[in-house]
Structures are given as structure tokens and as C-alpha cells.
């Protein structure tokens, strides 16, 4: 029985309109054709995360032909959180101890990957002004173990009779840390501890004291800008061991890995020289300083920090990128 002609004009056109149909459902998404999608960053709330996450932008948009990267701001659960639902690609900044769980969890289900390690020689401790043993006040071996003779440098004015410690802010973890190493190594007996009120309290008293050229005896920590900015000089502790920190805190602070992670989906999704380069991505505290002071001084945005390291640290970022690569980061620093 012959067909009938309408039926095969029906036919005809299903098959017309799936073959237009088609190509546009393959291309949706993350492009068979090839063409990049823009790389979403964790942008988390503190200056050194904000500032890598615009050195990594830069590098994929200017030597890898990425669109402008999507920053998206928010805290640190919910930034991890997102980058296992693929919600955000990158994060440049995981301070792994501080969401060991969250983190350990997300890796063992897949969703997440680790590409390298950012820095891992983060610093917290004790610190004077290194003008004070310029100027031949304390020793150059000034530590936990003789600082407690020169005291009456650093004389508490609510309490002439002992030198004053400026320490870590009330409820933080290391408020309880500093007054265990305090009481381990007998610097109770020489000194008061005092609690500064706020982050900025304690950081005026050590630029108060700066400025002046007058001794100060307190806890900070890198990477920040203060110490991008002054010089200080750590007080010597005994190295970190972890049976005397579970025992006493009589040890220096251990340095945290902060590293960088990136969802597991996303990854595979890009080229070998990308991945190559995240993961080859390292700084280090020094260089954290020293774009966070410049920040400061400057009143810089992230993107101004950023820019200022890669012109500032040349040797460093091109060894993450190959050489073609370089040469179009290159370029387009010039015309920055």
C-alpha cells in the first residue's frame, strides 16, 4: 500500500527540525566547540585570598584565554560547601587545619580535588621591633628563654613592677595558647598579660610603640599587612613538636598548610596546562607580606595588589605557566 505524501512531508520535517535541534543542545553547557567558560572563584572574606584569587584570574584570562572570571564572596563553610556542588571552581585559599572534616569529607566523596599548596609557612608568635636589637637593647638571640631579664624595657604602665605582653584577642583560641606558654616557660613571673580589646586594638599598640621607637613585647601573625610593613623580629621558641603542644604549648606555633582546591567536575574538565599551573601555583608568607603592606600603604584594591605582584615577582609566577603562556601575561602587565 503506497504511503500516503503527507505522511512523508510529516516526516520530513520532524527530521529537518531535529537536525537544526541537535547542534544546539550539544553546544549548551560546557562547549563541545571548545570555547572556555569563565572560571568561578571562591572570594573569600579576608585581603590574601582576594588578592590570589585575582593573580590566578589574571594568569587564565590574559595567558589561557578565559573569560573574566566570577568571584563570588561568602564565608568559609559555605564557599567549601559550594565548591563541592560545583557552585564554585576554585578556591585559592583553604586553611586546611581550620575544616580539616568538611574538607577530608568532600575529597573522600569525589566532589572535591586538591591541586597544590598555596603557602605553608604561615607564621604566628612572638614579636619585637627589630630596632630594639639595632640599637643594641636586646641580643640578637633574643627567646622565650633571656627575654624575661630585659622586662623593664617593656614596663606595664598599670604595673611598674612587670613588663607587659600584649597577647591575643579575648575568646580567640590563641588567647588560651599564649597563656600556657606563658605559665610553661616562666614568663608569668616577669610579665602581665594584656588582652587588647579588638584585632585593630592589638595592632595599634604595635604601631603606636613603632612609630615612636619605643619597645613592644606582643603575639601577631603573617600573613598581614602589618608585618609587610614593620619590621619585627620573632622571639625565638623551642621548634614545634606536637607531643609538647598537646602537653604544655611550650613550642613555636605549627606553620598550616593553606591550600588550593578545586571541584573535582571542573577539573577534569580543563586542559593539562591549566591544572599544571594551579597546582603549580605556590608563594610564600614574604610575598603575602609584601602585597598586603602594599595594599595598605596604598590603599589598594585586590586587583591593584595583584597586578603588583606579578610585576614584582616575575621569576615566581613563570614557572607556573609555560613559556607562551608567560609572554601573554607579559603583554598584558605592560598594558596595565
Known amino acids: 500500500m503506497k504511503r500516503p505524501k503527507t505522511t512523508w512531508i510529516r516526516v520530513a520535517s520532524v527530521l529537518l527540525i531535529m537536525a537544526f535541534l541537535i547542534p544546539m543542545v550539544v553546544g549548551c553547557g560546557s562547549s563541545s566547540d571548545g570555547a572556555k567558560e569563565p572560571a568561578t572563584f571562591a572570594d ?31 564565608e568559609t563553610i559555605p564557599l567549601t560547601a559550594g565548591l563541592a556542588k560545583g557552585d564554585i571552581d576554585i578556591n585559592m585559599e583553604i586553611w586546611y587545619d581550620n575544616q580539616k572534616e568538611a574538607v577530608d569529607g568532600f575529597v573522600t566523596d569525589g566532589s572535591i580535588v586538591k591541586l597544590g599548596i598555596n603557602f605553608d609557612d604561615d607564621w604566628q608568635g612572638f614579636l619585637v621591633p627589630t630596632y630594639m636589637i639595632e640599637d643594641g637593647l636586646l641580643p640578637s638571640d633574643i627567646s622565650v628563654d633571656n627575654i624575661g631579664q630585659y622586662w623593664q624595657l617593656f614596663v606595664d604602665p598599670e604595673d611598674p613592677n612587670k613588663g607587659a605582653f600584649y597577647s591575643c584577642i579575648p575568646g580567640w583560641e590563641c588567647e588560651k595558647v599564649n597563656q600556657a ?63 609538647t603542644w598537646d602537653t604544655n604549648y611550650a613550642c613555636a606555633y605549627p606553620a598550616v598548610s593553606v591550600d588550593i582546591y578545586a571541584n573535582t567536575e571542573w577539573r577534569d574538565q580543563q586542559s593539562d596546562d591549566v591544572i599544571a599551573f594551579l597546582s603549580s601555583y605556590r608563594t610564600t608568607t614574604a610575598q603575602n607580606n609584601d602585597f598586603l603592606g602594599y595594599m595598605d600603604q596604598n590603599n589598594a584594591s585586590h586587583r591593584d595588589a595583584a597586578i603588583y605582584f606579578l610585576k614584582n615577582n616575575e621569576d615566581s609566577w613563570t614557572k607556573w605557566v609555560p613559556d607562551d603562556v608567560a609572554t601573554k601575561v607579559k603583554d598584558a602587565l605592560a598594558n596595565t
Not at 60 to 74: M, R
Not at 194 to 199: D, H, Q, R, T
Not at 213 to 241: K, R
Open 44 to 74: 573569600l572574606g579576608w585581603d590574601s585570598a582576594m588578592v590570589h584569587t585575582r593573580i590566578a584570574a589574571f594568569i587564565l584570562e590574559n595567558g589561557f584565554d578565559y573569560p573574566e572570571s566570577i568571584f563570588t564572596p561568602g
Open 181 to 243: 606558654k606563658f605559665e610553661a616557660y616562666g614568663l608569668d613571673q616577669n610579665f602581665n598579660v594584656v588582652l587588647p580589646g579588638s584585632g585593630a586594638a592589638l595592632l595599634a599598640t604595635m604601631k603606636a610603640a613603632y612609630e615612636k621607637h619605643e619597645p613592644w613585647f606582643g603575639y601577631y601573625w603573617a600573613p598581614t599587612p602589618a608585618l609587610g610593613q614593620l619590621d619585627m623580629t620573632p622571639v625565638a621558641e623551642p621548634t614545634f613538636n606536637q607531643a
